[in-house]
C-alpha cells in the first residue's frame, strides 16, 4: 500500500481554493462530476481513446466569461490511449496540477488494477483506498471474510458442486467480456454439469475460472442496491446515511423473465442460459417498516471496516442485497465505493438523499459537499487515503 505520508506530500501541492473534482470516466462518472458541479467545483474526466465522447462532447460543460454554467457537466478531459496510463507519474503529476481530487468506482480498480491503485497512484482519493481490495472475490479477506466476522447475512456457500441440492449461484467471470460476469445457475449437480459443458463450448466461462468459483445458494426475492454515505467529518447528526436505493437491469436474464414459458422452451441451447451483465439500473424505494432492518446491517459493516480495515469506510458504500419471502435480508455483494447504479440519482437527487438533505442529493453531490465541507473545515486528510 502506498504511504499516506506520500499521499498527503501529494495533497500540499494542491490549491485547494481551485479543487476539482477528478474521476475516471467511466461507471458512475456522469454522477460524480454533476455532484461536484451542483456545490460548485470544475469537473476533471480521465478517458480512454475510442470511449471519450459522451464526455468530451455530449456531456461536455458550457460556461459563461463569467464561470457561470450554462450546460453539462465534464469541464475538462484527458484522454489516454489506454484508462492504465492513469498509473504513469507524468499522467499522476497532470491530475495533481489540475488540483483534482480523485473519486475512486469499480473502473478505476478494473482497468488500472488492483495493485496498480494501492502501490502506484499518488493522487488522493475520496474514500478507503485500502478496502477496495475486498470487493475482489477469492481474497484471503474479501467482503464475504468481513461479513462473517461480523455476523452479518450472506447466502450459505457450497464449497462442493456435488453438494448442489437446491437452486445455487455459481460466481465467475465472463472468459470473453473479463470485467463481465459468467454467472449461472443450477438446482443439482447433474443441472451443474450441463451448464458448465454448455457454457464452455460457448466460451462463457473457462475451466480456470470454474475452479475459483464462488457456489451459494440462491436467495429467492428482489434486489435491493443500498447506497449509502459515511462521513467523520460530521458533528452533528447522524454519520451515516441512506441517499438511494436501485436495483439493477441484467442481459440477458432481463430478456428471458419477459418471454412466457412456451417461448422459453424454445430457445437455442446457445440462448437457454441467461447472462448476467449489468447494463442498467433504476430507483427504488423501501416499503418504510423494513427500513429498521437495514441500517444496522450498514453500521454494522462500517463497524467491521474500522476494526479490520483501519481507519475503516469514508464516504460512498453500497450494501447489494436480496430479500427472501420471510422478508430478511441477505448481502450477496458489497461495493466499498460508489455504487454502479447511483447515475439513478443524476440531477435530481434520490428520495431519501433529498430528504436528509432538504435538497437534490445524489451520491455525487454528497461525495463533492463532503470534500468541500473537508477544506472548509481545515480536514482534508480525514477524508482522503
Not at 449461484?169 to 459468467?182: A, D, I, M, Q, S
Request: hydrophobic share 35%.
Amino acid at each position: 500500500m502506498i504511504s499516506r505520508e506520500k499521499v498527503l506530500e501529494a495533497l500540499e501541492r494542491y490549491d485547494l481554493e481551485k479543487a476539482k473534482i477528478g474521476v475516471l470516466a467511466s461507471h458512475s462518472a456522469l454522477d460524480v462530476c454533476d455532484g461536484a458541479i451542483d456545490e460548485g467545483f470544475q469537473t476533471l474526466a480521465i478517458c480512454e481513446k475510442g470511449r471519450e465522447e459522451p464526455y468530451t462532447r455530449y456531456f461536455k460543460a458550457a460556461r459563461s466569461p463569467d464561470g457561470k454554467l450554462i450546460r453539462g457537466m465534464v469541464d475538462k478531459t484527458i484522454v489516454f490511449d489506454k484508462f492504465k496510463e492513469i498509473l504513469l507519474p507524468e499522467n499522476q503529476d497532470r491530475i495533481i496540477k489540475e488540483n483534482a481530487i480523485f473519486v475512486p468506482h469499480r473502473s478505476l480498480v478494473a482497468y488500472a488494477g488492483i495493485d496498480g491503485v494501492e502501490n502506484d497512484f499518488a493522487v488522493p482519493l475520496v474514500g478507503s483506498r485500502n478496502l477496495l481490495r475486498s470487493e475482489e472475490r477469492g481474497e484471503d479477506r474479501d467482503y464475504y471474510w468481513m461479513l462473517e466476522k461480523m455476523d452479518l447475512p450472506f447466502p450459505e456457500r457450497i464449497e462442493n458442486p456435488e453438494d448442489i441440492d437446491s437452486l445455487a449461484l455459481v460466481k465467475l467471470p465472463h472468459k470473453v467480456k473479463r470485467l463481465e460476469r459468467g454467472f449461472f445457475t443450477a438446482a443439482s449437480y447433474k443441472e451443474y454439469i450441463e451448464k458448465v459443458e454448455s457454457l464452455l463450448r460457448h466460451d462463457v466461462i473457462t475451466k480456470e475460472d470454474l475452479e475459483r468459483a464462488r457456489i451459494e445458494k440462491y436467495i429467492i426475492g428482489p434486489v435491493f442496491n443500498f447506497d449509502f454515505f459515511y462521513s467523520p467529518l460530521t458533528k452533528e447528526g447522524e454519520k451515516l446515511e441512506l441517499l438511494g436505493i436501485d436495483w439493477r437491469f441484467e442481459t440477458s436474464l432481463d430478456g428471458h423473465v419477459r418471454l412466457p414459458a412456451p417461448q422459453q422452451m424454445t430457445l437455442l441451447e446457445s440462448q437457454a442460459t441467461p447472462e448476467y451483465t449489468v447494463c442498467g439500473h433504476n430507483s427504488a424505494t423501501l416499503r418504510e417498516s423494513l427500513l429498521r432492518k437495514v441500517f444496522p446491517l450498514a453500521e454494522k459493516y462500517v463497524e467491521g471496516t474500522q476494526e479490520y480495515y483501519p481507519p475503516g469506510m469514508i464516504g460512498p458504500f453500497t450494501l447489494q442485497t436480496c430479500v427472501d419471502k420471510d422478508m430478511n435480508f441477505w448481502i450477496y455483494d458489497v461495493s466499498p465505493r460508489v455504487g454502479g447504479g447511483t447515475n439513478v440519482h443524476l440531477a435530481v437527487g434520490h428520495p431519501y438523499g433529498n430528504a436528509i438533505w432538504r435538497t437534490n442529493m445524489s451520491t455525487g453531490r454528497r461525495v463533492a459537499f463532503e470534500v468541500r465541507q473537508a477544506i472548509e473545515m481545515g480536514e482534508m486528510e480525514k477524508i482522503i487515503t
